[in-house]
C-alpha cells in the first residue's frame, strides 16, 4: 500500500494545535458537530453506547450527548489532552479503531477520515466495532477542499523555481466515500455533502488557521525545503489576483460530506427483488411508455 500520508506528522500538527489551543480555528469542526448533532437527533432511536473517533475537540461527541439520545459516550483520541476531566478515554493512532468487535451502536467520526492511510481499512474496522443496527455517523473534508489554496500555491510555485511539490492534500469525492462504504459492508447508506465558504484579509490568515486546526501539510511526498517569505508574498498577491471579492477580501472554499450507515441487521428494510414489482413503473408516474428503437 502506497503511503499518502506521514502519521508522525499528522500526530505532531494535531499536537501542536492541541498546545495553541485556538478556539476560532475550530469552527470547521463545530460547524461538522452541529451538523451530526442534527442528524443525530432525528434519528428515532437511542444509543446505549457511543464513540467519537479523534473529535479533537470533542464538539460532535457534547453534541451527540446534547440530543438525550446517547447514554455512555467514549472519546478516541491519539493522547490525553485532548480529552477533558471525566470523559471516557481510549488513546490510540489515528487508523485504529480500538474497538472490540460489536461493542458499540453508535460511532461517530468527526473531520479525521480523510488523513487516514488504509481508508478502506478503516471503515471495515467501524463496521466490525458497530453491534448489529449500530449508527455511523462520519463528517469528511471532500472535493472541493481548499481548491482555491491548492491551485495558488501550484501556481506560485511553478512560477518561481519550475517545478511543483504536493502542498495540499487530496480530497475524496462523495462517490468514492459512497463506495467505501458500500465496500465495508454498511446497509442503508445516505450520503450528501455541503459547500461552505470563508472569508479571510489575505493568504496568512488562512495558512495561520490551517496550523491551528492540525492541517499544516502532512503529505509523505511532500517536499522538506522551507518555503521563504517572498514565496508567500507572491502567493498572497496569485491569491487576491484571482480569488478576492470587490472588498478586498479573498474566499477559501471547505466541502464537507456527511456520511451515516447501519451494520446490517434482519429488521432493516430489504431491497425487491428483481421483477418482483406489481405495477409499471410507467403507469406509477402515469406517463405513456415507448419501446426503444432497435
Same mark, same amino acid.
Given at each position: 500500500?502506497?503511503?499518502? $500520508?506521514?502519521?508522525? *506528522?499528522?500526530?505532531?500538527? *494535531?499536537?501542536?494545535?492541541?498546545?495553541?489551543?485556538?478556539?476560532?480555528? %475550530?469552527? =470547521? #469542526?463545530?460547524? %461538522?458537530?452541529?451538523?451530526?448533532?442534527?442528524?443525530?437527533?432525528?434519528?428515532?432511536?437511542? $444509543?446505549?453506547?457511543?464513540?467519537?473517533?479523534?473529535?479533537? /475537540?470533542?464538539?460532535?461527541?457534547?453534541?451527540? =450527548?446534547?440530543?438525550?439520545?446517547? @447514554?455512555?459516550?467514549? *472519546?478516541?483520541?491519539?493522547?490525553? @489532552?485532548?480529552? @477533558?476531566?471525566?470523559? /471516557?478515554?481510549?488513546?490510540?493512532?489515528?487508523?485504529?479503531?480500538?474497538?472490540?468487535?460489536?461493542?458499540?451502536? #453508535?460511532?461517530?467520526?468527526?473531520?479525521?477520515?480523510?488523513?487516514?492511510?488504509? /481508508?478502506?481499512?478503516?471503515?471495515?474496522?467501524?463496521?466490525?466495532?458497530?453491534?448489529?443496527?449500530?449508527?455511523? =455517523?462520519?463528517?469528511?473534508?471532500?472535493?472541493?477542499?481548499?481548491?482555491?489554496?491548492?491551485?495558488?500555491?501550484?501556481?506560485?510555485?511553478?512560477?518561481? /523555481?519550475?517545478?511543483?511539490?504536493?502542498?495540499?492534500?487530496? $480530497?475524496?469525492?462523495?462517490?468514492?466515500?459512497?463506495?467505501?462504504?458500500?465496500?465495508?459492508? $454498511?446497509?442503508?447508506?445516505?450520503?450528501?455533502?455541503?459547500?461552505?465558504?470563508?472569508?479571510?484579509? +489575505?493568504?496568512?490568515? #488562512?495558512?495561520?488557521?490551517?496550523?491551528?486546526? &492540525?492541517?499544516?501539510?502532512? =503529505?509523505?511526498?511532500?517536499?522538506?525545503?522551507?518555503?521563504?517569505?517572498?514565496?508567500?508574498? *507572491?502567493? %498572497?498577491?496569485?491569491?487576491?489576483?484571482?480569488?478576492?471579492?470587490?472588498? @478586498?477580501?479573498?474566499?477559501?472554499?471547505? +466541502?464537507?460530506?456527511?456520511?451515516? &450507515?447501519? %451494520?446490517?441487521?434482519? +429488521?432493516?428494510?430489504?431491497?425487491?427483488?428483481?421483477? +418482483?414489482?406489481?405495477?409499471?413503473?410507467?403507469?406509477?408516474?402515469?406517463?405513456?411508455?415507448?419501446?426503444?428503437?432497435?
Amino acid at each position: 500500500m502506497d503511503l499518502i $500520508f506521514d502519521q508522525a *506528522r499528522i500526530a505532531a500538527n *494535531r499536537h501542536r494545535a492541541l498546545r495553541g489551543n485556538d478556539p476560532k480555528a %475550530a469552527f =470547521l #469542526l463545530d460547524i %461538522a458537530a452541529d451538523e451530526l448533532g442534527e442528524r443525530l437527533a432525528v434519528v428515532e432511536r437511542s $444509543f446505549d453506547h457511543g464513540v467519537e473517533l479523534h473529535g479533537a /475537540t470533542g464538539a460532535a461527541a457534547r453534541a451527540a =450527548l446534547a440530543t438525550g439520545k446517547v @447514554g455512555q459516550l467514549t *472519546r478516541v483520541e491519539s493522547e490525553r @489532552g485532548f480529552v @477533558g476531566a471525566g470523559e /471516557t478515554f481510549i488513546q490510540a493512532p489515528l487508523e485504529d479503531v480500538p474497538l472490540e468487535p460489536q461493542s458499540a451502536n #453508535l460511532i461517530l467520526a468527526p473531520l479525521s477520515l480523510h488523513l487516514t492511510n488504509d /481508508t478502506p481499512g478503516v471503515f471495515i474496522q467501524i463496521r466490525r466495532a458497530l453491534r448489529p443496527d449500530g449508527l455511523f =455517523l462520519a463528517a469528511i473534508p471532500g472535493s472541493g477542499t481548499l481548491q482555491e489554496l491548492r491551485e495558488v500555491l501550484l501556481a506560485t510555485e511553478i512560477e518561481m /523555481t519550475g517545478g511543483a511539490s504536493p502542498r495540499v492534500i487530496p $480530497f475524496a469525492d462523495v462517490r468514492d466515500v459512497g463506495g467505501l462504504l458500500q465496500r465495508a459492508g $454498511f446497509a442503508l447508506p445516505v450520503i450528501d455533502a455541503e459547500t461552505y465558504t470563508v472569508r479571510y484579509d +489575505s493568504i496568512f490568515p #488562512l495558512m495561520r488557521d490551517l496550523r491551528a486546526m &492540525g492541517m499544516a501539510n502532512p =503529505l509523505a511526498a511532500r517536499s522538506l525545503k522551507p518555503l521563504t517569505r517572498a514565496f508567500f508574498v *507572491r502567493a %498572497a498577491e496569485i491569491y487576491a489576483e484571482r480569488y478576492s471579492d470587490p472588498d @478586498g477580501r479573498i474566499r477559501a472554499t471547505f +466541502s464537507i460530506i456527511y456520511v451515516s &450507515g447501519w %451494520a446490517p441487521h434482519e +429488521s432493516q428494510q430489504k431491497p425487491l427483488r428483481p421483477g +418482483s414489482a406489481k405495477v409499471r413503473l410507467a403507469d406509477a408516474l402515469r406517463v405513456e411508455e415507448h419501446k426503444l428503437k432497435q
